[in-house]
């Protein structure tokens, strides 16, 4: 059985989306609790539907997990929306690097929603940003940017979405999303984009 958990970040920053999800996926499968406080007994067979990472971190060790995404991919009757071929950059996620399954979902979703992906130099389990939880560059003793002021959070994020040319970033990931716009970078959320009917 598959059970899904909804990411509470994502339902505070996107609320109207997040029910929207909850909604579609609630006649497929159970809706669970925060995965803080979800206290379930599962079976063999079960497999837990997380869309945020640090939900798939607090369940794995319990239950079978899938992502969202590779769940939606292999749907065959999903109304994908239809982005005519936009040019969009794609954020991959440093805590999806040891994760090719998500890399690959994703990928293919876009495809489906007729988005060309442009590629960066440091994708998939190449990815060195996690918003301010995780960024790797050279001039940081620590990568946990959070650990810094807001005003030096923010001048790191705003270097980092140069890069993007002033188009839209596809995140994956709450953090990830969250850091680009406190860059003041054009981010999206992937679920947005599936879910935008």
């Keep these: 059985m598959y059970i899904y958990y909804p990411s509470c970040n994502f339902a505070i920053s996107s609320p109207q989306t997040a029910k929207k999800v909850r909604e579609y996926l609630k006649e497929k499968m159970d ?7 979800d206290q379930r007994k599962f079976n063999e067979e079960d497999i837990g539907i997380y869309v945020c990472q640090a939900c798939r971190g607090q369940i794995e060790n319990q239950v079978n997990t899938m992502s969202l995404w590779q769940y939606l991919d292999q749907l065959d009757n999903f109304d994908f929306p239809d ?3 936009q040019k969009m950059y794609l954020q991959d996620c440093f805590r999806d690097r040891n994760h090719p399954e998500v890399h690959q979902a994703v990928r293919s979703l876009l495809k489906k929603m007729n988005i060309e992906v442009i590629e960066m130099k440091n994708n998939k389990d190449n990815s060195i940003f996690c918003g301010t939880l995780h960024y790797e560059t050279k001039d940081l003793d620590d990568i946990h940017l959070s650990h810094y002021p807001k005003d030096v959070q923010e001048k790191y994020m705003q270097e980092y979405v140069q890069q993007f040319d002033n188009k839209k970033i596809i995140c994956v990931c709450n953090r990830c999303l969250k850091g680009i716009l406190l860059g003041k970078g054009k981010g999206v959320h992937l679920l947005e984009l599936l879910f935008n009917k």
Excluded: D, F, T
Aim: glycine share 10%; with cysteine.
């Design 31 to 37: 809706i669970a609790k925060c995965c803080k406080i």
């Design 83 to 85: 982005y005519h071929g």
